[in-house]
């Protein structure tokens, strides 16, 4: 009954876990509170890296915008993926990671059991409706002993949470607007992706249809 009282108030954070393997779990809501400022922060660091389409190794146009921050960003071209310490588009260096991103990745890892994450890289992700990202999985990375700690916000989004192998079943989460999953360890090179987006209610403060995800990783050896 109390629960009901507040079932549709929105100042209530409602955080809890479910692990999905060995060293990766979905932290709901765990972002929720921050969600206004890092929303703000994507916005500023878009005003100097814009969010553009990368093309894939054989071609392909990516439907998810991307921009980065941190010392190094993830880019793509015909020539393969890689990290690069300066933005392609403009030549300066990526934007400074805000200490905001740093505290909520750092916060996050060490709440699913990872202490002293130390994120180098923050590759961000623009969803429209339709954008996906196909499975894959994160391995441009050279220390692969830190977790992937990836934030979401806006528009709900159907992640699918794969195996070591791309044909093993995925399990389908869906990530709304604050939850944060979290994988390293045993399962830090578990396949994952996102289905095709589906347009929906859009969370305040957002006004458009979109999704942004927040990928943090430790590229480089410390
Ligand atoms: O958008 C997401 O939830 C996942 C993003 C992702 O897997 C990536 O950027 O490598
Ligand atoms: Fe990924």
Redesign the pocket.
């Known amino acids: 009954m109390i629960e009901d009282l507040f079932a549709n108030d929105d100042s209530i954070i409602r955080q809890w876990q479910e692990q999905l393997a060995k060293d990766a779990v979905v932290l709901r809501g765990f972002a929720y509170g921050e969600a206004q400022a890092l929303l703000q922060h994507i916005a500023k660091i878009a005003e100097k890296a814009s969010f553009r389409h990368f093309v894939t190794p054989n071609g392909h146009i990516m439907s998810?915008g991307?921009t980065n921050c941190g010392t190094l960003g993830?880019t793509s071209n015909k020539q393969g993926y890689c990290y690069t310490k300066t933005d392609p588009l403009s030549g300066q260096i990526w934007p400074q990671m805000p200490k905001a991103f740093q505290q909520i990745a750092q916060q996050a890892a060490s709440h699913a059991g990872f202490t002293d994450f130390t994120p180098d890289a923050c590759?961000i992700?623009r969803?429209h409706p339709g954008s996906r990202?196909a499975l894959?999985q994160?391995k441009d990375e050279i220390d692969l002993s830190q977790p992937?700690v990836?934030v979401?916000l806006g528009l709900s989004?159907t992640?699918l949470f794969g195996g070591l192998q791309r044909e093993h079943p995925c399990q389908r989460v869906i990530?709304t607007h604050g939850d944060v999953?979290v994988w390293g360890g045993d399962s830090r090179l578990r396949y994952?992706?996102?289905l095709p987006l589906k347009d929906g209610k859009v969370p305040w403060p957002l006004q458009d249809s979109v999704?942004y995800?927040l990928?943090f990783r430790r590229v480089s050896l410390p």
């Open positions: 998810v991307m993830w590759l992700n969803y990202l894959h994160d992937i990836s979401s989004a992640f990530l999953i994952h992706g996102v999704r995800n990928t």
